[in-house]
């Protein structure tokens, strides 16, 4: 059985539905999450609470069903504190159990160990799952992948390896990480539509990509998916790739929609943040930026606790609200903060919400670089 006709048919059967957000967080404030989810279910053995009917959404015209929120696996394995592979298995199981199937990973994270990670929990469970990783970058050490290659040889050995590391036989989709400028996109992308060919991989995607590198791209072999960091904070996407995506029909993943933890309200200075933690070198983290940044995270706190819900719920909420075509994939490895996160899919902004998100954090209204000068050099603008 496919892994779309088996989605459908454990939707079709679940009689749960889910959590809506004054459920699992009753008042003002979100209390404690885990009680919450614990009466909600009962005392169900947790290998038993599977299947609450997520909403889904499609990943382009012709990609796969997906959970409407899908799980960033890279903090489990780098960039943001010390890994912890018991606490994300058990993240991952619990994202599973919420109805989440859609999990993005990459050769890059770890390097290499994410996938790995993945892999175990993929166990199993694989046909219900929709796997997404990515080639492109050539890691060199933990955390600092200082090369891209997207030439046919790099992306036909990547795959290979992200194969056996996964433990599977075909990746849903796969991405190219970066574009090599070295590379012609098309290039690129006839290697990739041969993996296709082969069936080794399902659906491809590209990540950080401009209109016209997509368009080229697209005219090869179908992209289904691009992603590319979009949040409240974070909006080029609306002025660039996202109209050309609903041109083309291409499904829109926004990577860190809670710009990068600071939307929910869990960043207040870098003091308390690991030494090689990935925002120390984000300008938009930095002296006199993060204070002015914290401004704007407090005024849609203050939009949150009216409406009865957390910062980070109503940031992804209002990411879920610019269309049905877009998935976004909070990360995390914490089960607190997982919750959280699907709680956010019952969340429906009224056109009052809207216009109050706006106005606590207008447009581009953000300082500083969204990402590390060398994360900014590879961005295909």
Known sequence: MSAVATERKRAKGSQRRPLTPNEIAPGVYVGNWQDAVSQRYGGVNPSDRRGPSMKRRSLGRQGP????IGLGCMGMSQSYGVPDDAESMATLERAFELGVNFFDTADAYGPFTNEELLGRFLRGRRDDIVVATKCGFVPTSPGHPNAIDGSPEHIRA???????????????LYYLHRIDPRVPIEESVRAMAELVRDGKVRHLGLSEVSPRTLRRAHAIHPITAVQSEYSLWTRGPEEGIL?????LGIGFVPYSPLGRGALA?????????????FRRN?????????????????????VARARGVTTAQLALAWVLARGEDIVPIPGTKRRTY??????????????????????????????GERTTPWGKALLDE
């Open 65 to 68: 069903r997906v959970s409407a």
């Open 158 to 172: 990547a795959c290979e390896a992200s194969l056996r590391r996964l433990g599977v036989r075909t990746i849903d």
């Open 243 to 247: 109209p050309v995506c609903r041109e």
């Open 265 to 277: 309200g869990t960043v207040r200075s870098l003091e308390g943040l690991p030494e090689h933690d």
């Open 282 to 302: 984000v300008s938009r983290f930095g002296p006199g930026n993060l204070e002015r940044n914290l401004g704007l995270v407090d005024r849609l706190g203050d």
């Open 338 to 367: 997982l919750e959280e996160n699907v709680a956010a899919t019952e969340i429906e902004l009224s056109p009052g919400d809207r216009a109050r998100i706006e106005e606590a954090v207008p447009k581009g209204s953000a300082v």
